[in-house]
Nanobody, 124 residues
């Protein structure tokens, strides 16, 4: 099993920045691609960004391209999401996810492990 714990969420004004972290523990050697998803009230969970185990391959949702950056530090078993120029529509619970495969995909069902989420609130 792999345990994922997110941190870094909070309240920020529109135009501001936050950096989310996700620390993995347990059988971390089995993790490949890691990703971030988000879910706003009344909406389905949606893909935000994903990164391969080496960091060479990344993928972003169109809505966050150019504003968000995903990265990972395998020595620390941690993945990050730097969020800049935040908008009110970015407000959601952000979830970290990991899959055993190293293929970068956007589908939530393809991920094997999930964190409990961290709230990001953006005030206008």
């Amino acid at each position: 099993q792999v345990q994922l714990v997110e941190s870094g969420g909070g309240l920020v004004q529109a135009g501001g920045s936050l950096r989310l972290s996700c620390a993995a523990s347990g059988r971390t050697f089995s993790t490949g691609t890691m990703g971030w998803f988000r879910q706003a009230p009344g909406k389905e969970r949606e893909f935000v960004a994903a990164i391969s185990i080496t960091g060479i391959m990344t993928n972003y949702a169109d809505s966050v391209k150019g504003r968000f950056t995903i990265s990972r530090d395998n020595a620390k078993n941690t993945v990050y999401l730097q969020m800049n120029t935040l908008k009110p529509e970015d407000m959601a619970v952000y979830y970290c996810a990991a899959r055993t495969s190293n293929v970068v995909v956007k589908t939530p069902d393809a991920y094997d492990y999930w964190g409990v989420g961290t709230q990001v609130t953006v005030s206008s």
